[in-house]
């Protein structure tokens, strides 16, 4: 089954203490991204990847940090986390074929940041 | 730069009864647009998209979008809701910035009555 999967889908941690979200896609799709979800502001993208060692800033970089070493997948590191990085994060996943546009989501993992 | 507008942040409607949610865009080209929908707990599924040609598109679960240049508009439509629609409904227009990323609109909650 076609599919982008997160781990974990729950995280509760306290400020500061590193943390690393995975994402994985079985599509060979060329391209990912990591969006965040927040109440009245709909989703905001983190970070993306057009290709294997191909990363860059989205909208909303600042305290984020991913790597892509592998084409399948694409994790998001928080090194020092802070309250404000309590959202609702999504993975996905696109191939060149749409132009990167139609993209599959991962189920999104809630981070609780204390 | 690009932006989405859902008006309507909650709408409630009976079961059987015709939806309409609307979509107002900015972008300065030809836009590549998306209806996406997120149940309860689930990431984005995508319900339908325009990429260029017959201005009114199918997607599915029923639903059916048209796209209306001179009002910047992609509203997304039903003829017959089912209690299963409930969920949040997101309009995304597709840009050549971010590696040809989604910009989202802050969804639209539809609440359905049985």
């Known amino acids: 089954e076609a599919q982008v999967t997160q781990n974990p889908r729950y995280l509760i941690t306290v400020t500061g203490k590193k943390l690393t979200v995975t994402c994985s896609q079985n599509?060979?799709?060329?391209?990912m991204s990591w969006y965040r979800q927040d109440p009245g502001l709909g989703l905001r993208q983190i970070y993306y990847?057009?290709?294997?060692?191909?990363?860059d800033k989205g909208d909303v970089p600042e305290g984020y940090k991913v790597s892509r070493k592998e084409k399948r997948n694409f994790p998001l590191i928080l090194e020092s986390p802070s309250p404000n990085q309590t959202s609702l994060y999504f993975c996905?996943?696109?191939?060149?074929?749409?132009?990167?546009?139609?993209?599959?989501f991962g189920p999104g993992t809630r981070l609780t940041v204390t | 730069a690009q932006s989405v507008t859902q008006p309507d942040i909650h709408i409630t409607v009976s079961e059987g009864a015709s939806l309409e949610l609307r979509c107002n865009y900015s972008?300065?080209?030809?836009?590549?647009l998306f209806w996406y929908v997120q149940s309860p707990g689930q990431g984005l599924q995508l319900l339908l998209k325009?990429?260029?040609?017959?201005?009114l598109v199918q997607g599915i679960k029923g639903f059916e979008a048209e796209f209306k240049r001179s009002q910047s508009s992609f509203n997304l439509r039903k003829p017959s809701v089912h209690w299963s629609d409930a969920a949040e409904y997101f309009c995304?227009?597709?840009?050549?910035?971010?590696?040809?990323?989604?910009?989202f609109g802050t969804g639209t909650q539809l609440k359905v009555e049985l």
């Open positions: 325009y990429f260029s040609g017959d201005t």
């Open positions: 599509m060979n799709h060329e391209y």
């Open positions: 995304a227009v597709g840009s050549t910035g971010g590696g040809n990323k989604l910009t």
């Open positions: 990847s057009m290709n294997v060692e191909v990363t």
């Open positions: 972008y300065g080209a030809t836009p590549y």
């Open positions: 996905a996943s696109s191939s060149r074929a749409t132009r990167n546009y139609e993209q599959y």
